[in-house]
């Protein structure tokens, strides 16, 4: 089993900075791909940042430039990260990290992540 925790959500104006966190516990981490995705209100989730388990990242066009993501695997634990700059209202959403069964690639639809967090709120207003 992995249990995912995200943090770092906050309110910001447009234009500013956040960092998001994903504390994910659980078996072989290292194994998996593990990935950003977004949901906005009435909206349907977005997919922000896939992190392959070798570390390779690849990102939405709509944050391209903007965000960065990484991964840091610890054996038992692994710390997501992802750094925003550049936020537009748009970015507004709930953030959720997730992950996959071990050793198969990222894709960029939700539904073969079996794993997820509960989410953290980002809110990019003036």
């Known amino acids: 089993q992995v249990r995912l925790v995200e943090s770092g959500g906050d309110s910001v104006q447009p234009g500013g900075s956040l960092r998001l966190s994903c504390t994910a516990s659980?078996?072989?981490?290292?194994?998996?791909?593990l990935a950003w995705f977004r949901q906005a209100p009435g909206q349907d989730s977005e997919g922000v940042a896939l992190?392959?388990?070798?570390?390779?990242?690849?990102?939405a066009d709509s944050v391209q430039g903007r965000f960065t993501a990484s991964r840091n695997d610890m054996g038992a634990t692994t710390t997501l990260v992802l750094e925003m700059s550049g936020l537009k209202p748009e970015d507004t959403a709930n953030y959720y990290c997730?992950?996959?069964?071990?050793?198969?690639?990222?894709?960029?639809?939700?539904?073969?992540?079996?794993?997820w967090g509960q989410g953290t709120q980002v809110t990019v207003s003036s």
């Open positions: 659980g078996d072989q981490l290292s194994r998996r791909c």
């Open positions: 997730a992950a996959r069964v071990p050793k198969v690639q990222c894709l960029w639809s939700r539904g073969p992540y079996i794993h």
């Open positions: 992190i392959e388990n070798n570390g390779t990242v690849t990102y």
